[in-house]
């Protein structure tokens, strides 16, 4: 339920002043400029509607930490009645410029960090209201505003005397009546004749008008769901950024009163989701570079959507719930306790799942062909713990993981295939049920091979760790196959077979030029040799090697290439070829036939 009503500023403003009204943690922080708080005050002394701001009532079963608005610094530790929603930005620009007796911590039109202090220039306000913005004045801390790189002085109103004698209001006295009485005093007395008419047209104009300003508030009652909250600061929040419930649940915990009663201390959801990314990311690259932060790579989100599929796991085998699930209302719903309990097993599971794909032959961010699959894969493990370390249990696990990448099944919306995932790949590898969906509905069809032309295709990736993960060999450091190790070390990336420059003296035969079949792994020095035609740079190759002729074919194969068809420049030949080897890679992966599509099921092979 939710109630409308009209509250005057000066009783929000001393709600916030109080500790009353504050911000549930989650809120981001406050941030507008100079020229913003400008147009505000404005509107504020115009009358003109200012905007509905939403609160919660506390007291209900989602308990929210909760901080004070900035600047505000109420006495002792106050609880909030109500938590602010919507309408941070506005209510703090308020706040400090008309109630605070301080300089207003804001920031010019460049970012760069300022203080001000708000006027309003009297004459100009009992004017026209279109020239209402250009009568709300802001100046420095000390008051003095200065021009020619602060070498001359252009306005003083660092005494009361000055102040009157520029015709410029204080803001911050608007709601305290003895200061302004005194203030008025000071400027009738500076002037009589004049101010005397000027200051009766003011009052009624300005200051009649922020005393009398109301502000609509819509309050949400404290039974309101998290879920609900959630969803209703997303439609309102006029700053344009969706709320992450990773925000929304460190709020959460903060406020979790039997974990400060144990502890003495708020749970801080933040730090301990930096340590376990930090090791993470530490040891296993894959899971994003620490220095581009937490969220890269491997997110907060991720790794509660795995707890959360580990948690309704759970929950499901007791009876309690329906299915298997990760969707935002199972991270919303997710207990304190429950997180603390699971973390530690999901951190294991991630590094397992670190060292999987360190065995797939995937080490680098970039090189990843699916982030979101890793979510069940470790939500799997953390519910079989050891049940995924037998022979047969990783030859299934393989195989699931290489239909998902080929068959480019985690392409789309994910959440109901986390859910199948997990539900049937568990009974699979430990009863030996029948196989997950993504097993049996994945194909991967030879034509698509000649589409596979960029990292957007987790095929692309995928095939170009296959090629790694079978042992190929590099073309400069002929010593050893690639390994994971080594990747970095070499500069590897994917390479142009046949180079670009070949193709321009229309040698490609009417076929792809730059799809994954013309493509494969090596070092950054092996690509500096590849200029020319193939039977060019192969002679150049075979002589830096110092090794025989047949003995390097032996390394070209261990890339799926006729040694053949590339010392003949027969494009033609080494395409139809290596198609025919990478779709056998791709069977072998997936456990399955390759598919030529439109062809009947008796001529697939």
């Known amino acids: 339920m939710a109630a409308l009503d009209n509250v005057k500023l000066k009783d929000v403003l001393a709600d916030v002043a109080s500790g009353s009204l504050q911000l549930p943690d989650f809120q981001r922080n406050w941030k507008w400029d100079d020229d913003r708080i ?23 079963a989602t308990r929210f930490r909760s901080r004070t608005l900035t600047g505000a610094r109420p006495d002792g530790d106050p609880a909030a009645d109500l938590l602010l929603l919507d309408g941070q930005q506005r209510l703090t620009s308020l706040f400090q410029s008309l109630w605070l007796d301080a300089p207003v911590e804001t920031a010019d039109a460049r970012g760069k960090p300022i203080q001000r202090w708000y006027y309003v220039d009297i004459a100009k306000a009992v004017g026209p209201s279109a020239d209402r913005d250009e009568a709300i004045v802001s100046v420095p801390a000390d008051k003095v505003l200065r021009t020619d790189f602060n070498r001359t002085v252009v306005l003083d109103l660092s005494t009361t005397e000055a102040e009157c004698a520029a015709g410029l209001f204080p803001l911050h006295f608007v709601f305290d009546a003895q200061r302004v009485n005194e203030w008025k005093k000071a400027y009738i007395k500076a002037d009589e004749d004049r101010n005397w008419d000027l200051w009766g047209q003011f009052d009624e104009a300005v200051l009649q008008q ?17 879920d609900a909250v959630c969803a209703v600061f997303e439609r309102v929040n006029t700053g344009g950024v969706p709320l992450n419930v990773f925000e929304l649940l460190t709020a959460t915990y903060a406020g979790d009163r039997d974990y400060v009663e144990g502890t003495g201390d708020y749970y801080q959801l933040p730090e301990v989701w930096r340590e376990i990314k930090q090791a993470l990311a530490a040891k296993y690259p894959v899971f994003g570079r620490l220095d581009s932060g937490l969220e890269n790579g491997l997110s907060s989100i ?25 969707k935002r209302r199972d991270l919303l719903d997710l207990p304190l306790a429950d997180f603390v309990r699971l973390a530690p097993k999901l951190a294991d599971a991630f590094a397992w799942v670190g060292d999987f794909l360190e065995r797939q032959c995937i080490v680098r961010p970039a090189d990843l062909p699916y982030k979101t699959q890793l979510v069940p894969l470790a939500a799997v493990r953390a519910i079989l ?55 049996t509905e994945a194909f991967f069809f030879a034509d698509r091979l000649d589409t596979l032309t960029t990292r957007n295709s987790a ?37 142009q077979i046949f180079p670009k420059a070949w193709f321009r003296r229309g040698n490609s035969e009417g076929l792809p030029t730059s799809s994954i079949v013309n493509k494969t792994p090596l070092s950054y020095r092996a690509a500096m040799d590849m200029t020319g035609a193939p039977s ?26 006729d040694p053949d068809a590339l010392r003949e420049n027969d494009y033609e030949r080494f395409y139809r070829d290596r198609s025919k080897q990478l779709q056998d890679l791709v069977h072998s992966a997936m456990g399955k036939r390759t598919m030529l599509r439109d062809l009947p099921e008796g001529d697939a092979r």
């Open 385 to 439: 713990d050891t049940g995924t370390d037998g022979l047969g249990a990783e030859d299934k696990i393989e195989q699931w993981y290489w239909c998902g990448v080929l068959g480019e099944m985690y392409g789309g919306s994910t959440e109901t295939r986390f859910t199948k995932d997990v539900e049937q790949l568990v009974p699979w590898i430990a009863q030996d049920e029948r196989a997950p969906e993504t097993v």
């Open 459 to 495: 095929a692309y990736k995928g095939i170009y760790a296959l090629l790694i993960k079978q042992g190929a060999v590099d073309w400069h450091h002929t010593g050893a196959p690639l390994s994971p190790g080594r990747l970095d070390e070499y500069g590897v990336d994917i390479r």
């Open 302 to 326: 991720d790794f509660l959507q795995a707890i959360a599929l580990v948690r309704t796991w759970e929950r499901k085998q007791e009876g309690i719930g329906a299915t298997v699930s990760c």
């Open 536 to 561: 060019s740079y192969l002679s150049t190759m075979i002589a830096a090697s110092d090794m025989r002729p047949e003995w390097f074919d032996d390394v070209l194969t261990t890339h799926l290439i």
């Open 210 to 226: 922020v005393r009398a300003f109301q502000v609509p508030m819509i309050r949400l009652a404290a039974s309101t769901s998290m």
């Open 38 to 60: 400008r147009a505000i005050i404005a509107t504020v002394t115009l009358d003109y509607p200012l905007g509905v701001v939403m609160t919660l009532q506390t007291g209900g």
